[in-house]
């Protein structure tokens, strides 16, 4: 869980003034800030486009505007912030074609911050997270599993479970074999036995439950509450 380690450790840094910290934990998220505008405006964007750069100040936003204390990952809350940037970037561009880019981003200041932590009602979160869970069975049903699937290959020793875990996570780290998981659908069974020292029969037993757990680690930014959850196992 090293990436959500340092996530945090930057977080923290920022919040407190730390210019550089800030500055590069925006550049680690470049690629979840501009696939979040993407999605919110339904085409393709790149740097140059108006809606990347509101979704840019939007995370910045949400550097100062989190509270850990409500118990939502920080990704999860970027999303939301972003989201109701771009939206309402979209609804003044309709109205106010002249107003400049500048103007737009500064509209209701610190409001949109203070928007965002009053719409992330119960509610929201439990449509956050349906939605995620829903993203996360599909994915499954790529590499033909389901959540039944997955009850019955959770070890049910602790010892075993932490075993298979640091298996996981050897596999979501590494970048070679994580795109070998994803393209051929299969886990690499004989490299990760060399790498971690685990039997391949052990692996191969718990196969389906390396799986799961790696699709979670090798894609934080995806599966941003699942992700969380890992981070307690």
Same mark, same amino acid.
């Given at each position: /869980?090293?990436?959500?380690? &340092?996530?945090?450790?930057?977080?923290?840094?920022? %919040?407190?003034?730390? %210019?550089? *910290?800030?500055?590069?934990?925006?550049?680690?998220?470049?690629?979840?800030?501009?696939? $979040? +505008?993407?999605?919110?405006?339904?085409?393709?964007?790149?740097?140059?486009?108006? *809606? !990347?750069? &509101?979704?840019?100040? +939007?995370? #910045?936003?949400?550097?100062?505007?989190?509270?850990?204390?409500?118990?939502?990952?920080?990704?999860?809350?970027?999303?939301?912030?972003?989201?109701?940037? &771009?939206?309402?970037?979209?609804?003044?561009?309709?109205?106010?074609?002249?107003?400049?880019?500048?103007?737009?981003?500064? +509209?209701?200041?610190?409001? $949109?911050?203070?928007? +965002?932590?009053? %719409?992330?009602?119960?509610?929201?979160? @439990?449509?956050?997270?349906?939605?995620?869970?829903? %993203?996360?069975?599909?994915?499954? !049903?790529?590499?033909?599993?389901?959540?039944?699937?997955? $009850?019955?290959?959770?070890?049910?020793?602790?010892?075993?479970? !932490?075993?298979?875990?640091?298996?996981?996570?050897?596999?979501?780290?590494?970048?070679?074999?994580?795109?070998?998981? /994803?393209?051929?659908?299969? $886990?690499? @069974? #004989?490299?990760?036995?060399?790498?971690?020292?685990?039997?391949?029969?052990?692996?191969?037993?718990?196969?389906?439950?390396?799986? !799961?757990?790696?699709?979670?680690?090798?894609?934080?930014?995806?599966?941003?509450?699942?992700?969380?959850?890992?981070?307690?196992?």
């Amino acid at each position: /869980m090293e990436e959500l380690r &340092i996530r945090e450790e930057l977080l923290h840094r920022a %919040r407190r003034g730390d %210019r550089q *910290a800030r500055e590069e934990l925006l550049a680690r998220h470049r690629h979840f800030i501009l696939s $979040v +505008a993407a999605a919110c405006s339904r085409q393709p964007l790149t740097w140059s486009d108006d *809606a !990347a750069s &509101i979704a840019l100040i +939007a995370f #910045n936003e949400a550097v100062d505007s989190y509270d850990e204390d409500r118990g939502v990952p920080f990704l999860a809350f970027a999303r939301l912030v972003i989201r109701s940037r &771009i939206a309402d970037f979209y609804r003044r561009e309709g109205r106010v074609a002249a107003e400049s880019l500048e103007e737009i981003a500064a +509209a209701g200041g610190a409001a $949109v911050g203070q928007v +965002a932590r009053e %719409r992330f009602t119960e509610e929201e979160l @439990l449509r956050e997270r349906r939605e995620e869970i829903e %993203r996360y069975r599909k994915l499954l !049903a790529e590499f033909g599993l389901s959540f039944r699937d997955l $009850v019955a290959a959770a070890p049910k020793h602790r010892d075993a479970r !932490a075993n298979l875990l640091r298996v996981a996570r050897v596999l979501a780290e590494n970048r070679e074999l994580f795109r070998y998981l /994803m393209e051929k659908k299969r $886990v690499p @069974l #004989n490299e990760l036995a060399l790498l971690t020292g685990v039997p391949r029969k052990t692996l191969e037993r718990g196969r389906r439950y390396i799986l !799961a757990v790696s699709l979670i680690l090798g894609q934080p930014e995806e599966f941003t509450y699942l992700y969380g959850h890992l981070k307690y196992c």
